[in-house]
């Protein structure tokens, strides 16, 4: 499976920014798909993720009320809509897939490569 990760960039406090990921290969060995982020410093964490079939979805509590975990199957893309953004949200974001619904990052087997979103006036 390879992941294409794209839609990151500056953006002012309060603002939005839409994350994108394509999914291509054995998409059949999929079951969730999610989106994590590391700050400097920090550990990397899911920020949302999402089944890949039944549309079941779990948040981070810092991003809850603020951002959207959305797919569609058709063009096997997650998508990741980010509102009302904080300084705090700044980090490089990765997709991610896997087997199994989760959101440890040790259950899941395919990566793309970060984004960075920098939220900043």
């Known amino acids: 499976v390879q992941l294409q990760a794209s839609g990151g960039g500056l953006v002012q406090p309060g603002g939005s920014l839409r994350l994108s990921c394509a999914a291509s290969?054995?998409?059949?060995?999929?079951?969730?798909m999610g989106w994590f982020r590391q700050a400097p410093g920090k550990e990397r964490e899911a920020a949302a993720v999402?089944?890949?079939?039944?549309?079941?979805?779990s948040y981070a509590d810092s991003v809850k009320g603020r951002f959207t975990i959305s797919r569609d199957n058709a063009k096997n893309t997650v998508y990741l809509q980010m509102n009302s953004l904080k300084p705090e949200d700044t980090a490089v974001y990765y997709c991610?897939?896997?087997?199994?619904?989760?959101?440890?990052?040790?259950?899941?087997?395919?990566w793309g490569q970060g984004t960075l979103v920098t939220v900043s006036s």
């Open positions: 999402i089944s890949w079939g039944g549309g079941q979805t």
């Open positions: 991610a897939a896997g087997p199994t619904y989760s959101t440890s990052t040790r259950l899941y087997s395919y």
């Open positions: 290969g054995s998409i059949f060995s999929i079951n969730v």
